[in-house]
């Protein structure tokens, strides 16, 4: 299994190894949406223009509606900024990871210069550890905390001027566990979300950091003026506004997730875990499996650390739930 997969995507690399179009491959490697709402309309001068304040206030707006926030909302080019970010705001100490999670939090926290250990759950974690990171629901397993222990763990990391990020990626087809409610600033709570894996524009970069007032700020100042360009600011806003209204997103994916799991299902695999936007796997042929839907051009999630896991991005519809399944048991 090639490293330069372990973030899923990567087509290209799929297509060197394996040959083929990219029109000729099912990419299921990732947890993206794989079925985005149409473009909405962008003015032209969206591209020719800097962003200016209204515009940063209409996306705001329209996150703080869709998410829930009760605190402040930054947009930023992507989660994946928020992630290389925020440990940089904190002196060396002890950070504790649920693991095993996104690896890119421990990449990030190491980066900092904090001392950054895994743990198996929330009782497992060191005493000292007063920066955590929990992803809820979890990438890859589905994992999910519930509210109250997450919120008691937030007034304990309170009590050691610490903080909770929560990366709450996959949770907006699942809001029920979402934590956005709780960000105004009583308690150390840093909600990170991912607009273009739930949207399906994961190339537009744009996610949010939901927080309080003061976080708010040292995060904008270390994002610097126009962060987030003028185009995806339209995008976003005119997605999130739609989708609060309509929930149309959420209604697809609910129904791929359940297509893709009754075809996994059908040939045999045995689910372990997932979301409404990826299903998780468990077979001692995890390996050879990956293998063998790559030749029929099919790309799914392998993980080094766990050689029986794999895991699957939605299917959209009939056409190719029959295809993964003549894949899986040719």
């Known amino acids: 299994?090639?490293?330069?997969?372990?973030?899923?995507?990567?087509?290209?690399?799929?297509?060197?190894?394996?040959?083929?179009?990219?029109?000729?491959?099912?990419?299921?490697?990732?947890?993206?949406?794989?079925?985005?709402?149409?473009?909405?309309?962008?003015?032209?001068?969206?591209?020719?223009?800097?962003?200016?304040?209204?515009?940063?206030?209409?996306?705001?707006?329209?996150?703080?509606?869709?998410?829930?926030?009760?605190?402040?909302?930054?947009?930023?080019?992507?989660?994946?900024?928020?992630?290389?970010?925020?440990?940089?705001?904190?002196?060396?100490?002890?950070?504790?990871?649920?693991?095993?999670?996104?690896?890119?939090?421990?990449?990030?926290?190491?980066l900092a210069g904090h001392d950054a250990v895994a743990c198996a759950g929330l009782d497992d974690m060191p005493a000292d550890a007063s920066l955590v990171v929990v992803v809820n629901p979890n990438n890859p397993d589905g994992r999910r905390y519930d509210r109250p222990a997450l919120l008691a763990l937030a007034e304990r990391l309170q009590r050691q001027n610490g903080l909770l990020v929560v990366d709450e990626a996959f949770a907006d087809a699942d809001p029920v566990c979402s934590l956005a409610g709780d960000t105004a600033g009583q308690l150390p709570i840093l909600v990170l979300k991912s607009f273009g894996k739930y949207f399906g524009y994961a190339g537009l970069r744009l996610g949010f950091a939901l927080c309080g007032a003061e976080l708010a700020g040292q995060i904008a100042a270390r994002l610097g003026p126009w962060a987030v360009s003028g185009p995806a600011m339209a995008v976003g806003a005119a997605a999130l506004r739609a989708e609060t209204q309509t929930g149309a997103v959420r209604a697809r994916l609910e129904a791929q997730a359940r297509m893709t799991r009754q075809t996994l299902s059908a040939a045999g695999l045995s689910i372990l875990g997932g979301t409404a936007m990826f299903t998780l796997v468990r077979d001692d042929r995890a390996a050879a499996l990956f293998e063998r839907l790559a030749t029929c051009h099919i790309l799914t999630r392998p993980f080094a650390y766990e050689p029986a896991w794999l895991r699957f991005g939605n299917i959209r519809n009939e056409i190719e739930a029959e295809r993964l399944a003549g894949a899986l048991c040719c």
């Open 1 to 110: 299994m090639d490293a330069a997969l372990k973030h899923g995507g990567a087509l290209d690399a799929a297509i060197a190894r394996w040959g083929g179009r990219r029109a000729d491959w099912l990419d299921l490697s990732t947890g993206i949406n794989p079925q985005p709402l149409p473009l909405p309309q962008i003015a032209p001068d969206a591209w020719t223009r800097l962003p200016e304040a209204a515009d940063d206030a209409a996306l705001v707006d329209a996150a703080r509606a869709f998410y829930g926030a009760a605190g402040s909302v930054v947009a930023a080019p992507g989660t994946q900024a928020l992630i290389g970010l925020w440990p940089h705001l904190f002196a060396p100490r002890r950070a504790a990871i649920l693991s095993p999670t996104y690896e890119e939090h421990r990449h990030a926290l190491v």
